[in-house]
């Protein structure tokens, strides 16, 4: 748009219409400038009002259709016998028409521009909103890992405690069961020997040196006090309480004598 008036061109004043003028043109009283189409449609009916600022253009000479590429003839005649003085002032008023027009095209150009450089900083104060607002929900996002990174710290934590103190308490029933199957065994032993009582549904087969039960016998279950025989054994799983229990009894020597004592 620039470039037309690089290019000697005016543009046609009707709104929103702004092409690039040729041919003939009108042009008004009030400096305005208009292509063929809207002229010949506009100022036609009388009265003429200007579509650029609404002016009454009543006069004669108010509205005249200009050729803007006149013939030489034309231009060889048409201030041919004015004085220079008349000749300078009609020079001088048609280069003040036309300084109008391209000072309104400038300020038509900066309105623009600063429109558009408005909406840009509009668009970049949205854009940064958008972006402190993602920024934060981020930094939200940021800090809700690291207190869940912080809770899957803690449960792992716990959970090889538990397992832990899952095994401790594994080996520790496995000692007990060992004990538990031998005084079982001893006990069967020392009941076939002293009494002549028919044969005990268990059978003690000396090869392998273990008990088969004719009818398979539930074993210990770990912490349980449900039965009698079993909760003797079993109360002593308290962490302090199994140890002087195993400390007491680990000599293999000691282990019978410790628990017939307990008969
Ligand atoms: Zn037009
Ligand atoms: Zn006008």
């Known amino acids: 748009m620039t470039m037309s008036l690089c290019d000697d061109t005016l543009l046609c004043n009707f709104p929103k219409c702004r092409t690039k003028l040729n041919g003939f043109a009108w042009v008004t009283a009030c400096s305005h400038v208009f292509c063929d189409q809207h002229g010949s449609g506009e100022f036609s009916r009388s009265p003429a009002i200007c579509p650029a600022c609404s002016s009454a253009l009543s006069g004669k000479l108010d509205i005249v259709r200009t050729e803007l590429s006149p013939s030489e003839d034309y231009k060889a005649m048409v201030l041919a016998g004015l004085r220079p003085d008349v000749v300078l002032d009609i020079s001088a008023r048609a280069l003040a028409f036309w300084s109008y027009q391209v000072h309104q095209e400038r300020m038509y150009q900066e309105y623009s521009l600063s429109r558009a450089e408005a909406q840009l900083k509009q668009m970049e104060k949205v854009l940064t909103q958008q972006n402190q607002s993602r920024e934060l929900e981020l930094s939200a996002m940021r800090g809700e890992i690291v207190s869940l990174k912080k809770v899957m710290e803690e449960y792992k934590r716990k959970y090889s405690e538990v397992s832990e103190r899952l095994m401790e308490r594994n080996r520790q029933y496995q ?89």
Do not use: I
């Not at 000692?175 to 020997?193: A, E, F, I, T, W």
């Not at 002293?194 to 005990?200: E, G």
């Not at 962490?239 to 002087?244: I, N, R, S, Y």
């Open 175 to 263: 000692k007990l069961q060992g004990l538990y199957d031998s005084l079982r065994l001893r006990n069967m032993v020392v009941g076939v020997g002293d009494r002549d009582t028919p044969p005990h549904p268990g059978h003690y087969d000396f090869s392998t040196g273990v008990v088969r039960q004719a009818t398979p016998q539930k074993s210990p279950q770990f912490l349980s006090v449900n039965h009698a025989g079993d909760s003797r054994f079993f109360s002593c799983l308290e962490a302090d309480g199994a140890k002087t229990f195993f400390q007491f009894s680990s000599p293999t020597r000691d282990k019978g004598r410790a628990f017939t004592k307990k008969h």
